[in-house]
Each structure stands twice: as structure tokens, then as C-alpha cells.
């Protein structure tokens, strides 16, 4: 059971996108959101999930201390993963013949900023042999965010991981080359976390100029 039969859980977040009525097109004008819960999912799980936590469960004798929770929401399983751990999740997901997750088609980072962890990392692998596809995923601090890099076991997330450290300041220690790929060497700020400066540039129209959306409104 995933608990998809129970009455919705959410919480209460604010700003960011989706506000509407209040003339701010930066989309930062006070909206207050309601955000769904995942909730843990209890075995069984149903269908292939219950394949695939066992027989990681089996080949990796560190399950119980890696695995934080396990989701299924949306017909996807989620693995949550301490995040002192991820590559050696990894390693076994890949290289285990009973899951055999040959590729890491996607490293990501989110960041729900009233979490005291709020800078997730989402991994996508996907198993060609068996054709199945699962997440995990890792959150970190603001102020620690540390995470083991997977380019050993992955080649795929090189650039991958580069591209989250330059837009969530995700450190990924052991990272063959960790610097910035979509801005400058030398920017300050990571430009994807939702405590970033908008700021922006003007847009101009024929016969009109739109200024830019750090100055359309004043934030308090």
C-alpha cells in the first residue's frame, strides 16, 4: 500500500510561481501554496517494487542504514538515500545482477527552501535488461551540501553534476572536474536556489519598455 487510498497530506509553502490576481509577473508576489506529502510506502509494494527492494535489500549489507525511506507515487519508486551513501547505492543498483541499472539518464537538483534539508538531488537509472526505471534521491543543507559523486559509477552524470553544482551549490566531492558549465567562472550565487536574487534586464517592446522583475515589486 502507498497510502493513495488515504485523504491527501500537504504542506503550506509560499512565493514562487502560480500566483495569480495580483499583478506581479515575477511570480514572487506572497502565493501561498499547498504542496503534496509523499508518504513511506509499506510492503508490499505490489508489482516489480517489491522486486527491486529486495534484491537490494540482499545485495547490499548496508541497506538498512542507506535506504532513509521508500516512495511510490505516480506508478514511480523513490528510493530516499542517506546521502553519505549514494555511490555506494549506486554501485550495487549497477553492477547487481538481479537489478542491473546501467544507466543514469539524468542528475537534477531541487530546492524546497522551508526544509531544514533543502537542497535535493534526484537521480533517474534506468535498467535496459529489465526495462524499469527508479529515482533516488538525496537532500542535503545549505550549509553542508556535500554529496559523494557518482561519475565513477555513472561516466553519464560528469556534466550532469557540474551543471547542479553551478545552479544549486551542491558540492559533489570527488568530482574529476567540478567547476561551472552555464555561468561564468568568477558568479557569485548559485542561481537556481529560490533565495536567489531575481534580478534581471529590461525587455523592450515597440513603444513600451518592461522592466525587469526584481524591480517591478518591493519584497519585504
Known amino acids: 500500500m502507498d497510502g493513495a487510498g488515504d485523504p491527501p497530506v500537504t504542506t503550506q509553502g509560499e512565493g514562487l510561481f502560480g500566483v495569480t490576481g495580483t ?12 504542496r503534496p506529502v509523499q508518504l513511506d510506502a509499506q510492503r508490499p509494494y505490489g508489482g516489480w517494487y517489491d522486486e527491486v527492494v529486495d534484491a537490494l535489500e540482499e545485495a547490499y549489507p548496508g541497506f538498512s542504514d542507506a535506504i532513509e525511506r521508500v516512495v511510490i507515487d505516480r506508478g514511480e519508486l523513490t528510493l530516499h538515500i542517506v546521502p553519505a551513501k549514494i555511490a555506494e547505492v549506486c554501485q550495487i543498483l549497477r553492477d547487481d545482477m538481479s537489478l ?28 535496459m535488461t529489465y526495462r524499469r526505471r527508479i529515482r533516488l ?13 557518482v561519475t565513477s559509477v555513472y561516466p553519464t552524470a560528469d556534466w550532469q553534476e557540474r551543471e547542479t553544482y553551478d545552479m544549486f551549490g551542491v558540492i559533489f566531492d570527488g568530482h574529476p572536474n567540478l567547476t561551472r558549465i552555464l555561468m561564468p567562472d568568477d558568479w557569485d550565487g548559485h542561481p537556481q536556489r529560490k533565495d536567489y536574487p531575481l534580478g534581471g534586464v529590461p525587455v523592450e517592446y515597440k513603444g513600451a519598455e518592461i522592466p525587469p522583475p526584481d524591480s517591478r515589486r518591493a519584497y519585504r
Not at 499583478?23 to 499547498?34: E, F, N
Open 23 to 34: 499583478g506581479d509577473t515575477s511570480g514572487m508576489g506572497g502565493l501561498v501554496r499547498k
Open 100 to 127: 542491473r541499472y546501467e544507466l543514469c539518464s539524468s542528475v537534477s537538483g531541487v530546492d524546497y527552501i522551508a526544509e531544514e534539508r533543502r537542497l535535493h538531488v534526484v537521480y533517474h537509472l534506468t535498467s
Open 137 to 149: 534521491e538525496c537532500a542535503v543543507t545549505a550549509a553542508d551540501p556535500h554529496l559523494p559523486s
